[in-house]
């Protein structure tokens, strides 16, 4: 079979990636929440850091849906020196808007932060961007020394150009990049900032891939090794 593939202009516009309901109504906690997806208590992380003295506690969320966690967020802890910011392809954020939370209409893969950033989080985003790595390893960099990133990554969803999974080839330079991957929760992080690189080169993207885990329509992501 003959998988065409897109480019970042033509997936943007695809139904798959534009209508994505993943994350339009995930709250913060409970079963649904960030921090059950994510393995990370982000309201503990946030309170613990400003109440350690921190200046300042910038977070950002990629592929946020409408924004509702962030939002809850800010409202619980409170602080002016929490500053969030949510980034979306499409323009659906909720409301009312909050003074420490600001919404980005931008795709993941385009997005260049004006600033470094404590918590880096993608929940279920992933799936729907075509160059999953280059925005790993792009966001690795916008973290401050001692910040985390966190992500939803299926590595079924990133094959070589002969349509195989690139998990074992991929495993490995991920986690000389600095990268850690739990393939049982599909869940990977990076701890403190880096400058990564991998081995691979992005030739496209297919929106025709169907369900993955999660039983959402997904995007695959292919590539060519380096």
């Known amino acids: ?12 516009r695809s139904s798959v990636v534009a209508n994505c309901a993943m994350n339009r109504e995930r709250g913060l906690t409970g079963s649904n929440g960030y921090g059950r997806e994510l393995g990370v ?5 946030i309170t613990d850091r400003l109440s350690g003295g921190a200046g300042t506690f910038d977070w ?17 802890v409170g602080d002016p020196r929490l ?31 004006q600033r470094f950033y404590d ?3 993608c929940v279920h985003g992933l799936h729907y961007v ?24 299926d590595l079924a969803a990133v094959l070589s150009d002969r349509g195989r999974p690139l ?9 000389s990049a600095g990268f850690d991957y739990d393939a049982r929760r599909r869940r990977i992080t990076c701890a403190g900032q880096r400058q990564a690189s991998l081995p691979f080169r992005y030739l496209g993207a297919d929106d025709q891939a169907g ?9 695959n992501s292919y590539y060519a090794s380096t």
């Open 83 to 113: 500053r969030i910011t949510g980034v979306d392809l499409v323009d659906f954020f909720a409301g009312p808007a909050h003074p420490g939370v600001e919404f980005v209409t931008a795709s993941a893969g385009s997005l260049v932060p």
């Open 1 to 12: 079979m003959v998988v065409r593939l897109l480019d970042d202009q033509a997936l943007e």
């Open 167 to 175: 998990s074992r080839r991929l495993t490995g330079p991920l986690r």
């Open 130 to 153: 075509g160059d999953k790595l280059d925005v790993l390893t792009r966001a690795a960099s916008w973290l401050k020394a001692d910040g985390l990133l966190v992500a939803n990554l």
């Open 60 to 76: 950002l969320d990629l592929c946020c849906g409408t924004g509702k966690a962030l939002l809850e967020c800010a409202r619980l």
């Open 119 to 121: 918590l880096i989080t």
């Open 211 to 219: 369900p993955n885990y999660t039983g959402q329509p997904a995007v």
């Open 41 to 45: 208590d982000v309201l503990g992380l």
